[in-house]
């Protein structure tokens, strides 16, 4: 069998390797031809040491199934995947232009205008996942991909979670890059899209800065320090970066998920309202000005603290723990170096808060019964009966809207609001479930960003105008009457089952 450095000329008599890209922990990546199709691909080969083990042939079979199921202009696509003599392999888009670490290392930190588009660009693309019940658990410089154009790629999947999904590794195991982990995942506790946010916030304030928030001397030092240090304020390192920008990091990165920002829409409206946003600093913190009245970090500190110390030590103990300490390929960050404070960081302080940005779903949240109810966690694929009959003894309404898709006959196939997401007393949740059949065909129609907040009447006319059947269901709402207050797919997303569910307020 060929081993990974010596692949062989041709896979599955069709994609012919031209040369080697990148190489990482499980796999290189090569630009290739598509022989059928006459098209440059890349294609990416699941190292040789790994072709018999099933946990991480598994692993590399959901990276290739989480992005495959993802149509978004932000997400690398995937569009084949096999085995060739033991190898294993996904055959994806290949984007010109190198990923956001080589651009950091090249030019250092960037413009507070292109920091926030990219970062904006990254989170339409979480959104998308987020919305299919896909968190990537991974976001970093190295799976950034910059085109010359500008266009952003998100990629690798490769420890992707599907809520609804068993994990792949031991209760209390650690997975991502140790520099961009949310405090939950640095502490054992499960992730949510909340997490996935966090990242981007690191991710966005080494942009803007030229480095990440901690360093130190080993990985377990890095993701202490995530959990139990403020992340320092971006305008002390960098002056020049407008106050509302810094006050998006400043959200993002706060301890407690509940006083990120509600999802990633939310997010990625802030990062483009910020640069819009008036130069005077507001007095009020972000986390104050969210309605919380709390200090950054407001995990209880004591508890979380002793519960991250036991599980850090035990999970190295018994060598669960896949923490990355820095980059380990060309495809990793080469920005990250090596907790303390920032090296360059002052004193700790507030950032000031943006003006709140109005979103079709509430905060995105772990589904810890201590922070309020939430939907389940894994309400994607259960039963839609049990689920509604769950849902209704705890004091909310249901309604449940079919839909064309090949999962099981009244099986759970999207939620509004989506899954771990809180819940207000009596709010109304939509169960989007299946009919059990495929669609008449697939669409490739992506939910325009502004179909939320729209006339459901005008929605609806766009959608069918493009071919796509509408469902509409009346919920609660503090928005104006006959407005659209949410959608299933989201926007940003692909309706590629043909059929969009469109939440409708009420009204007052």
Request: aromatic share 2%; hydrophobic share 40%; proline share 9%.
């Amino acid at each position: 069998m060929p081993t990974s450095a010596e692949p062989p000329i041709t896979l599955a008599d069709r994609y012919r390797l031209v040369r080697r890209l990148a190489g990482g922990g499980m796999g290189t990546v090569h630009e290739a031809v598509d022989e059928r199709l006459g098209r440059r691909v890349a294609v990416k080969i699941l190292n040789v040491q790994y072709s018999d083990d099933p946990l991480f042939v598994e692993r590399f079979g959901r990276e290739a199934r989480a992005a495959a199921s993802l149509g978004h202009p932000n997400i690398a696509q995937v569009f084949d995947s096999g085995q060739d003599d033991g190898q294993h392999f996904m055959v994806m888009e290949l984007v010109e232009g190198g990923h956001l670490g080589q651009v950091l290392r090249e030019h250092g930190p960037l413009a507070p205008e292109r920091a926030a588009d990219v970062a904006a660009q990254v989170c339409s693309a979480l959104a998308a996942a987020h919305e299919a019940g896909i968190v990537h658990r991974d976001i970093k410089p190295g799976n950034v991909l910059v085109r010359p154009d500008g266009r952003v790629k998100v990629t690798d999947f490769g420890i992707a979670h599907t809520q609804g999904q068993s994990t792949l590794t031991g209760t209390g195991s650690v997975l991502g890059t140790v520099q961009y982990l949310s405090p939950e995942q640095a502490s054992g506790q499960p992730v949510t899209p909340a997490s996935d946010l966090y990242s981007v916030g690191v991710l966005l304030f080494e942009m803007l800065t030229g480095s990440v928030p901690f360093t130190g001397d080993s990985p377990v030092a890095v993701a202490l320090s995530h959990v139990r240090d403020e992340v320092p304020a971006v305008r002390d390192l960098a002056p020049e970066v407008p106050p509302a920008l810094a006050a998006v990091v400043a959200r993002a990165t706060a301890k407690d998920p509940l006083q990120r920002h509600a999802d990633a829409r939310q997010m990625e409206a802030a990062l483009r309202n910020a640069l819009t946003a008036p130069p005077a600093e507001p007095s009020t913190s972000v986390l104050s000005a969210a309605g919380t009245g709390k200090k950054p970090g407001g995990l209880p500190r004591a508890r979380l603290l002793g519960a991250t110390g036991l599980l850090l030590v035990t999970a190295l103990a018994a060598g669960w723990m896949t923490l990355t300490a820095g980059p380990s390929s060309p495809e990793a960050d080469a920005g990250a170096t090596p907790a303390q404070h920032h090296p360059r960081a002052g004193k700790t302080s507030t950032a000031p808060s943006s003006p709140s940005t109005r979103t079709s779903s509430p905060p995105a949240s772990p589904a810890r019964q201590a922070q309020g109810p939430v939907v389940p966690a894994d309400a994607v694929g259960t039963d839609a009966k049990a689920l509604e009959d769950l849902l209704r003894s705890q004091g909310y309404d249901v309604q449940k809207v079919d839909v064309p898709a090949t999962a099981p006959k009244d099986s759970t196939v999207a939620t509004i609001p989506g899954p771990g997401q809180p819940l207000a007393a009596q709010q109304t949740v939509v169960l989007v479930t299946s009919q059990a059949k495929p669609p008449k065909e697939s669409s490739g129609y992506v939910v325009p960003d502004d179909l939320v907040g729209s006339d459901a009447k005008d929605a609806e006319q766009l959608l069918k105008d493009h071919g796509l059947d509408v469902k509409k269901v009346v919920v609660d709402s503090t928005r104006p009457k006959d407005v659209v207050v949410a959608s299933s797919p989201g926007p940003g997303s692909t309706a590629d089952a043909g059929t969009v569910v469109l939440a409708v307020s009420k009204g007052q």
